[in-house]
C-alpha cells in the first residue's frame, strides 16, 4: 500500500527558511516524477515543483530562486529546501506523484510570520 508522510513544516518568519521531508513507502516512488504541492486557506491545491526520477526539475515562477526541490532514491524520499520565504506563503504542503497520484498524506503545515 502507497504511503506518502510530509514533515518540517512549522513557524518560520518571513525570510527564513525551512526544509520540508516526504518519505513514500511502496515501489513506484523512484521511477516516478514526484512533485510538492501546496493548498493555501481559501485556495485550490497547486503545483509548486515537480522532479522526474532522472532528477529534471520545474519550479512555478512565484518560488523560482528560492526554492530547491531535490529527491534521494535510495530512501525513497524527497526534499523541498525553502529560502526566503514571503508572508503570503502560509499553506499546507503536500508530496505526491505527478501522474497517477496516491492518496493525499496530511500534508506539513508552514506559516510565515511578517
Excluded: H
Amino acid at each position: 500500500q502507497e504511503q506518502l508522510v510530509e514533515s518540517g513544516g512549522g513557524l518560520v518568519q518571513a525570510g527564513g527558511s525551512l526544509r520540508l521531508s516526504c518519505v513514500a513507502s511502496g515501489i513506484r516512488f523512484s521511477s516516478n516524477a514526484m512533485g510538492w504541492y501546496r493548498r493555501a486557506p481559501g485556495k485550490q491545491r497547486e503545483l509548486v515543483a515537480s522532479i522526474t526520477r532522472a532528477g529534471s526539475e520545474f519550479y512555478t515562477n512565484s518560488v523560482k530562486g528560492r526554492f530547491t526541490i531535490s529527491r534521494d532514491n535510495a530512501k525513497n524520499t524527497m526534499y523541498l529546501q525553502m529560502n526566503n520565504l514571503k508572508p503570503e506563503e502560509p499553506a499546507v504542503y503536500y508530496c505526491n506523484f505527478i501522474v497517477a497520484q496516491a492518496s493525499w498524506g496530511q500534508g506539513t503545515q508552514v506559516t510565515v510570520s511578517s
